[in-house]
């Protein structure tokens, strides 16, 4: 008997993770600290909760079906905000709202490939894009990274066959945090173009990039959207995640077909949190700016820190963005590491151990199995 496609792929590590927890308890005096999950903790500022709580009481159009592909003031708010961050010009019919940047990357999918169809994706992936090409029937094709984390463009030429659809870069990356400089993504979109291929790049982590300035000018060829498509969240930005907002910039003519697979699925993006986006477009830009120094503050604190754990074994390989990657020294998996630091951290001596979290295993994916992502 066949495998139906959820039997064909694996289990998020975020929600086996979890089951981790069941039964286990933590003293107070070492609470655990979850760092598996690459998004805010936090809910919205209040300014927007406020803006959501108005939207509620007083739009009735916010309880309501929408447009499939957004709001079209989110849209035009949207396409101004990136023109003026990529230095380019972007119009609303190139933007589509979805239901998280999930289902953004789901829809992509959906429009460009067909059954057995491949897609090139570096590894370690992000593990809901491997997960949905699985669910697709569509074959991944794994491009190791070198010991920058980055992946070569003559290597993933090697891998284009007369099945390849397309190339996925996520940067900042996930899991790796590495962020790819704009001469990486310029060789990544002239081998697509030339090939005929698609350049799907996520920039879910964008605001937290550490360079000033627009960190690619793909979006400045005049056909950009004939090889691009851009994938974004608006839930890392303004602390939206339960609220599922995120967004797909790309040709109108790709957006049609999303918008067949769109329709069947969610209909519309929550209109609440669509609300919530463009509020938060409009009023938490300089908030937004905190957020970033933040996070770059806690990257440079882990870099600062790192030489303690480094005289015991450990390589940080990669940190930006809500990320670090690191290789531990032990002989066991990285699955088994972490499963020891959720059960047996109620007896670590905490004047001897610096970490009491859970860490994320990357076991699913084919890459060594002492790397961990914090």
């Known amino acids: ?176 945090g590495v962020e790819y400089p704009a001469g990486l993504l310029r060789a990544y979109y002239e081998l697509a173009k030339s090939r005929g291929l698609t350049l799907i790049v996520d920039e879910t982590y964008r605001d937290f990039d550490s360079r000033s300035g627009p960190p690619h000018e793909l979006f400045q060829e005049p056909d950009w959207d004939q090889t691009l498509i851009h994938l974004y969240s608006f839930s890392k930005a303004y602390r939206l995640t339960g609220h599922r907002v995120g967004a797909i910039a790309a040709s109108p003519e790709h957006l049609f077909e999303m918008e067949k697979f769109l329709d069947t699925v969610t209909i519309c993006p929550s209109q609440l949190g669509q609300i919530g986006a463009h509020w938060g477009i409009h009023n938490l830009q300089n908030w937004l700016g905190g957020e970033r120094d933040e996070i770059l503050a806690r990257k440079q604190a882990i870099i600062e820190g790192f030489p303690l754990l480094k005289a015991q074994g450990w390589r940080l390989l990669g940190c930006g963005a809500y990320f670090a990657y690191v290789e531990h020294p032990f002989e066991h998996s990285a699955e088994e590491i972490a499963k020891r630091l959720v059960t047996q951290a109620s007896g670590f001596d905490a004047a001897r151990h610096h970490v009491h979290a859970r860490w994320q295993y990357i076991s699913r994916t084919p890459v060594p199995d002492r790397l961990c992502q914090c």
């Open 1 to 176: 008997m066949n495998k139906t496609r959820t039997e064909a792929t694996f289990l998020s590590p975020i929600v086996e993770s979890r089951r981790w927890l069941e039964g286990v308890t933590f003293p107070p005096s070492r609470p655990l600290l979850n760092v598996s999950q690459a998004a805010p903790a936090d809910p919205p500022p209040l300014g927007l909760r406020q803006a959501l709580a108005e939207a509620a009481l007083n739009q009735d159009d916010a309880h309501l079906y929408g447009a499939v592909l957004g709001r079209e003031e989110l849209r035009q708010a949207l396409a101004a905000q990136m023109s003026t961050h990529y230095a380019a010009q972007i119009s609303a019919d190139q933007i589509a709202i979805t239901s998280g940047c999930n289902q953004a990357f789901a829809a992509t999918i959906a429009s460009l490939c067909g059954e057995g169809d491949e897609v090139i994706i570096p590894v370690p992936w992000y593990f809901n894009h491997k997960m949905w090409l699985d669910l697709s029937g569509v074959t991944a094709c794994p491009l190791e990274v070198g010991a920058d984390m980055m992946p070569d463009p003559k290597a993933a030429e090697a891998l284009i066959t007369s099945r390849t659809k397309a190339i996925v870069l996520v940067t900042p990356n996930n899991p790796t």
